[in-house]
């Protein structure tokens, strides 16, 4: 089904039209349309206007006013102030918009982006042999929202998942791993095949074992170092062990992916040992092009505006003067591949702010070699970090840092008791508690993270999270099931929009809002904000709850068509829920 025009788009021309007629100099110029408590719309852009002509605005106001045709769609147009134009739209308008919406189930008459092309979204990077922990959770949840947001509005997205899978720790692995050869073996201490969760406990215990015979033994320290060249060289053997490494490791990931409720798919999974045949290449191409220079041995890129604490200018090592090679290697060859091979018009990472001198350095090195240009854009979406409720980095009590699964599985216990306390007004069964309390858990956390500017730090606290009250995941999800049990207690009563009714101020709130959701997710996907989409929903669900204080659904008083109005707008209410978290990545269980 075509996309459906919005009644502020459709506000938008009218303005248009009528400006062009009360001063055709003006041309298409904006009339600064918005929301309005005053009105349904207001209009600033006369002002604007009026200076640039020289001419008085509530006059040049009253003539845009008098060329706006009003019936159809714009009620009533009227001046305010020094030349605001106030808009109120028919309720017939109303109705029949988000009868269109609601007609096209699937999409709610969200519109494609205008030129879709396509993005590699780099998220959720892992490395091998370590646990995530809880500065893992943001690159996930964040590169996972902004992916089905770009999918949604049509643009072809490139998943990846840089995997930290190679480097000199690898080395020291492998010979340890090969001198004890049975320490990874398949078995749980029941003797069945090991869960994610055991398999990362086996590759931490034996890295810290290894760790420790590598700082203590310079025997085993030169053997395993020796092993790092193996590794480079791609001797066989060493092959073969490393990737047991990265294929234990991967059981892990896809666990903690799968609680997250998030797709991993293996062929998204490129590490850094993805780019190694690309390395020396890229190095030459840097040197040969006068982008990249020798300073003390080491290939550098040097830059005007990037200096150290002592003053002197700090360069980005693309290949170090032992001719090892650097991240800056790794992430250029990657460019490279994404630019030339992927056929990428545009490139985002989702990365720690705290990265950002590298990405910057990283993205000028490109550009100078001509790598990234007008066609390709390279953009990394920054976040902050999770401090705990005491405003510092979250840390256990002991002040390790959190592990993600601990983590994850803590908020879904927490949130399955809150789900058993409201259990037995709804009837839930024992599977569905538990169901319902992994949605609710998971959700709280994603939507924690997702609800905050992603360049902001935020509190992890478990206990406001998994409330009912205020902005929470939790708020939104029960206001789509108490959508669905008044659905459920409609009886023969069915949803249908009534564009002749007369629309009472909540009906009409509420009405608004929900036009503009087809807008705000096309902004939402083309700025990589999710949490703009939260604060919507958060929105949405607010003005729902005051909709339900002051109009009955179901009341007996009510006619027919007034009942079968009312449960159109909460059932279209209750799709754009369930549409837009689902864009969040976050679930809307029927019943809670």
């Keep these: 089904m075509a996309s459906v025009t919005s009644l502020s788009a459709s506000v938008q021309q009218h303005l248009a039209t009528a400006l062009s007629a009360a001063l055709p100099e003006a041309g298409s110029a904006d009339p600064l349309l918005r929301r309005s408590d005053r009105a349904d719309y207001q209009a600033n ?7 640039k002509a020289k001419a008085n605005p509530r006059e040049l106001a009253t003539q845009v006013v008098s060329q706006v045709v009003t019936g159809e769609v714009i009620k009533d147009i009227e001046v305010s102030g020094p030349g605001f134009l106030n808009i109120t739209l028919t309720d017939k308008a109303i109705v029949e918009n988000l009868a269109a919406r609601y007609a096209d189930a699937d999409r709610l008459g969200v519109p494609f982006a205008e030129n879709p092309g396509t993005t590699v979204v780099d998220y959720a ?84 074992t290894a760790r420790r015979l590598f700082d203590s033994d310079e025997e085993f320290k030169t053997r395993a170092r020796r092993r790092v060249v193996d590794l480079q060289a791609g001797e066989p053997h060493t092959l073969a062990t490393w990737q047991k490494f990265v294929d234990e490791s991967k059981i892990y990931f896809f666990s903690v992916f799968e609680k997250l409720d998030m797709e991993v798919r293996d062929p998204d999974i ?18 040969e092009s006068g982008v990249a220079v020798r300073s003390e041995g080491a290939l550098c890129v040097f830059f005007d505006d990037v200096k150290g604490p002592d003053g002197n200018p700090t360069p980005l090592i693309v290949q170090k003067s032992d001719g090892g090679y650097g991240y800056a290697a790794t ?45 390709v854009t390279a953009h990394q979406l920054a976040f902050g970090t999770v401090l ?22 803590e908020a879904v216990q927490r949130a399955t008791a809150v789900v058993r306390e409201k259990a037995g007004k709804v009837g839930l069964t024992e599977q569905e508690i538990e169901e319902n309390g992994r949605y609710v858990g998971v959700g709280a956390v994603k939507y924690a993270d997702l609800s905050t500017s992603a360049v902001r730090d935020y509190k992890f606290d478990l206990d406001q999270m998994v409330s009912l009250n205020g902005d929470t995941s939790v708020y939104l999800q029960y206001a789509y099931a ?108 029927e019943r809670l």
Aim: glycine share 8%.
């Design 125 to 208: 990077q892992p490395n091998v042999a370590k646990e995530m922990h809880v500065g893992h959770l943001r690159s996930a949840v964040i590169g996972d929202a902004v992916v089905q947001l770009l999918e949604f509005t049509g643009e072809s997205v490139v998943r990846r998942h840089h995997i930290g899978d190679w480097g000199t720790q690898f080395g020291m692995l492998i010979q340890y791993l090969d001198e004890h050869p049975h320490e990874l073996d398949h078995k749980s201490a029941e003797g069945g095949t090991v869960s994610g969760e055991e398999a990362m406990s086996n590759l931490d215990r034996l890295y810290k």
């Design 388 to 409: 705990g409720k005491d405003g510092k980095p979250f840390k256990t009590r002991e002040g390790a840092t959190v592990k993600l699964e601990d983590l994850l599985d």
């Design 482 to 589: 108490r959508i669905q049990s008044i659905l459920r207690k409609a009886g023969e009563s069915r949803p249908a929009a009534h564009p002749e009714l007369e629309l009472a101020p909540a009906e009409r709130a509420l009405g608004l809002h929900l036009d503009q959701f087809g807008e705000t997710v096309l902004e939402v996907a083309a700025a990589y904000e999710p949490h703009k989409l939260a604060s919507y929903l958060y929105q949405l669900a607010s003005l729902l709850t005051t909709f339900y204080d002051q109009c009955q659904v179901l009341s007996a008083d009510n006619p027919p068509e007034v009942v079968e109005n009312r449960l159109f707008l909460v059932d279209l209410t209750a799709r754009t829920l369930h549409r837009g978290m689902g864009l969040l990545g976050i679930r809307t269980p």
């Design 331 to 375: 992430d250029l060859s990657a460019i490279r591949d994404r630019v030339f091979n992927l056929k990428a018009n545009t490139l985002v990472y989702v990365v720690d702010a705290r990265q950002a001198l590298h990405f910057r350095m990283v993205f000028e090195t490109a550009r100078r070699a001509g790598w990234l240009g007008d066609d």
């Design 270 to 287: 490129v590490g850094e040992s993805g780019y190694n045949d690309m390395l020396a290449e890229t190095c030459r191409l840097l040197e």
């Design 45 to 51: 852009g006369i002002l604007a206007l009026a200076k």
